[in-house]
């Protein structure tokens, strides 16, 4: 058995070797792709493998203190509908804060820089802002499916269409593209009628004073679009426009990387997803075998279980060279929704927790999960952990997961076909070699 294993171990090293040595020649990679695998070096192919793969529902993800926040409303025509809001604190940018003798306010304004979108930005969203009054902490983890106590007065209402192109000129200073918006005075009034007392003396007193800000947008019935911001840009600020018997001035409460803030966001249970879709997150695991789903901000994840994996065994004594998980984007149904960049495959341990596969450590280069534009696909390496399940002789067979990469950050989705379509199936190809 010691001498079978070094042989196994040796095989798949050499496989390395050559997948790493073609992949940077062009020429060789493209000799490879034409000759059929059964005629290199010997090697065997299967594609036959049984998969049972089907869409479940995504409860939540933690999304506190992401690189984005997620803001908007979209009216997938296929995944339903979805809405993403941001909570988060603010913070002074000096302490003892005074705003003069007999201060008024004039106006307060809300800035966020735009970092990028997901979906129709011809559509009109109204934004939504309320104040928060639940504690936030920096130390907590918060996940999608996390709410906290409102004001219900809304500050903002203000419907705008986001513009990415043009400028901001404040004053006489222009800004890149960034959404600004005028939010009611009450707000500001709240920061006037506080100045020179304890509620503006430092940080750990203002957050007890102003907890932070909810921002949302009022949900679409048609198109729509899940907007990216970039909450720890200088440009992001609350801005508070005033006057006083002296001066005219204004002050900055700001958001950095100290502040809590995470992203929230509702799928409204599929209520409005296509019937396959629903019927899948339902328990129909059957309908897996033609369509699968999957969606970012907590949406849906795939499935993936192969349940005679050990059947190989029957073969003899085998080396697994290769064997990479391919799955097949449905172009009919991009449209408009560019699919994700790329997905993750994690194994579900018997306790129910995630981990990587074995193969995760030749490589992101090696292990795949990027999404071809040319092949519409995504390929997976996971060839040590079918090997690690034949040497091992049993597969307690929880399964592996298929989730988007970055889906606390991302608003992505893709169809991909199933297991026993016609043509392009999910499948597992296996490249091996028997050894005597």
């Given at each position: 058995m010691?001498n079978?294993?070094?042989?196994?171990r040796?095989a798949?090293l050499?496989?390395l070797?050559?997948?790493f040595?073609?992949?940077?020649?062009?020429?060789?990679e493209?000799?490879?792709?034409?000759?059929p695998?059964e005629d290199?070096?010997?090697?065997?192919?299967?594609?036959t493998?049984p998969l049972?793969?089907?869409t479940v529902?995504?409860?939540s993800i933690r999304t506190d203190?992401?690189?984005y926040?997620?803001?908007g409303?979209?009216?997938?025509?296929?995944?339903?509908?979805?809405?993403?809001?941001?909570?988060?604190?603010?913070?002074l940018?000096?302490?003892?804060?005074?705003?003069?003798?007999?201060?008024v306010?004039d106006?307060?304004?809300l800035s966020?820089?735009?970092?990028?979108f997901?979906?129709d930005?011809?559509?009109?969203?109204?934004l939504?802002?309320?104040?928060?009054s639940?504690d936030?902490?920096?130390?907590?983890?918060?996940?999608s499916?996390?709410?906290?106590?409102v004001?219900k007065?809304?500050?903002?209402?203000v419907?705008?269409?986001?513009?990415?192109?043009?400028?901001?000129?404040?004053g006489?200073?222009?800004?890149?593209?960034?959404?600004r918006?005028?939010?009611?005075n009450?707000?500001?009034?709240?920061?006037i009628n506080?100045?020179?007392?304890?509620?503006?003396a430092?940080?750990?007193n203002f957050?007890k004073?102003?907890?932070?800000?909810?921002?949302?947008?009022?949900?679409?019935?048609s198109?729509?679009?899940?907007?990216?911001?970039?909450?720890?840009?200088?440009?992001t600020?609350l801005?508070l426009y005033?006057?006083?018997d002296e001066?005219?001035?204004?002050?900055n409460?700001?958001i950095?990387?100290?502040?809590?803030?995470y992203n929230?966001f509702?799928?409204?249970?599929?209520s409005?997803?296509?019937p396959l879709l629903k019927?899948q997150?339902?328990?129909?695991?059957i309908l897996?075998?033609s369509?699968?789903?999957?969606q970012a901000m907590a949406?849906?994840k795939?499935k993936i279980r192969?349940?005679d994996?050990?059947?190989l065994n029957?073969?003899?004594k085998?080396a697994?060279?290769?064997a990479e998980?391919v799955?097949?984007?449905d172009e009919?149904?991009?449209?408009?929704y560019?699919?994700?960049e790329?997905?993750?495959?994690s194994?579900?341990?018997?306790?129910?927790?995630l981990?990587?596969?074995?193969?995760?450590a030749?490589?992101?280069?090696?292990?795949?999960?990027s999404?071809s534009s040319?092949?519409k696909?995504?390929?997976?390496n996971?060839?040590?952990?079918?090997?690690d399940?034949?040497?091992k002789?049993?597969f307690?067979?929880?399964?592996l997961?298929?989730v988007?990469?970055?889906?606390?950050?991302?608003?992505n989705?893709a169809?991909?076909?199933?297991?026993?379509?016609?043509?392009d199936?999910?499948r597992l190809?296996?490249?091996?070699?028997k050894?005597?």
């Open positions: 010691k079978f294993r070094i042989k196994i040796l798949f050499l496989f070797f050559i997948y040595i073609t992949s940077c020649n062009k020429n060789e493209l000799g490879l792709n034409i000759q695998p290199i070096m010997g090697v065997n192919f299967i594609d493998i049972i793969a089907y529902y995504e409860d203190e992401v690189t926040n997620l803001i409303s979209c009216a997938d025509p296929i995944f339903g509908l979805t809405n993403a809001g941001a909570y988060s604190q603010f913070k940018t000096t302490t003892a804060v005074n705003f003069g003798n007999n201060p306010c106006s307060v304004v966020l820089a735009y970092q990028g997901y979906g930005t011809s559509t009109t969203l109204t939504n802002v309320f104040e928060i639940d936030m902490d920096i130390d907590k983890n918060y996940y499916n996390d709410v906290l106590g004001y007065n809304n500050l903002a209402n419907s705008f269409k986001p513009n990415f192109k043009d400028s901001v000129q404040v006489s200073t222009k800004y890149a593209p960034h959404l918006v005028k939010l009611k009450s707000l500001g009034q709240k920061f506080a100045s020179g007392s304890s509620d503006l430092d940080n750990t957050l004073f102003f907890k932070g800000l909810y921002i949302s947008t009022k949900q679409v019935s198109g729509g679009a899940i907007l990216y911001f970039n909450f720890l840009s200088s440009i600020k801005s005033y006057h006083n001066d005219t001035a204004a002050y409460f700001i950095d990387a100290t502040c809590a803030r929230s509702d799928h409204k249970n599929f409005s997803a296509d019927q997150i339902s328990g129909d695991t897996g075998d369509v699968l789903y999957v949406g849906t795939i192969f349940p994996i050990l059947g029957n073969l003899g085998i697994i060279n290769k998980l799955l097949k984007v009919n149904a991009i449209g408009a560019a699919p994700p790329k997905l993750i495959l194994k579900i341990n018997p306790d129910g927790t981990s990587f596969l074995t193969d995760y030749y490589g992101d280069a090696y292990y795949g999960g999404y040319t092949t696909e995504y390929r997976f996971i060839g040590q952990h079918v090997q399940a034949l040497l002789g049993s307690d067979d929880k399964g997961y298929l988007v990469s970055g889906g606390a950050v991302k608003s989705r169809v991909l076909k199933g297991n026993k379509t016609s043509q199936n999910l190809e296996i490249i091996y070699t050894i005597d």
